[in-house]
């Protein structure tokens, strides 16, 4: 099996590598668009998989970034922008592993890196009932209106998430 990687969606690698493993056009392009919904689609000998990888950032806001996902008979190729420290792993023990596998590990990671931000979320909204049960001031108004909209776009993605994992249940093994 053959992982490659590739941090920056415009390099001409992934040209190269489409042409070798005829990947769709309309693949390539989604992968090199930002801000792509979750998604999974079959394609000529392969999987096309878009996943978030989700963080806090410094100030404490929900950030998120495009992992893209081409996984076939005997690669894997992943697209992102930014660094994936979830794939390091996976990516040491790449000889060792098939694409399936692959691919079931890496989804497994993205999920299991969604609960310690659900975890860190809880925290913040026990911290906010106890200020809104002391005295209300604006600035705690406003920081509920954050954790909703922080709550919101988890929501989106973990939703999104989960059809994917459905999706991925239904595609007729090869």
Request: charged share 30%; aromatic share 6%; with cysteine.
């Amino acid at each position: 099996m053959e992982w490659h990687d590739i941090q920056n969606p415009h390099d001409k690698v992934l040209d190269e590598l489409a042409a070798r493993y005829s990947l769709h056009p309309l693949h390539v392009e989604d992968c090199r668009q930002e801000a792509q919904r979750t998604k999974a689609e079959t394609g000529n000998g392969y999987l096309f998989i878009s996943l978030k990888q989700m963080a806090f950032d410094d100030a404490g806001r929900l950030s998120s970034d495009d992992v893209v996902l081409f996984v076939g008979r005997d690669f894997v190729l992943t697209v992102h922008r930014t660094p994936v420290p979830l794939l390091e792993p996976l990516r040491a023990a790449e000889q060792e592993l098939r694409p399936d596998q692959v691919l079931y590990r890496l989804v497994d990671t993205f999920v299991e890196s969604y609960i310690p931000l659900v975890d860190q979320l809880e925290m913040g909204i026990e911290r906010l009932e106890d200020e809104v049960l002391g005295a209300p001031r604006p600035a705690v108004l406003e920081k509920i209106d954050e954790v909703r909209s922080t709550l919101l776009e988890l929501r989106r993605v973990l939703n999104s998430t989960r059809h994917v994992i459905v999706q991925l249940r239904h595609i007729p093994a090869r």
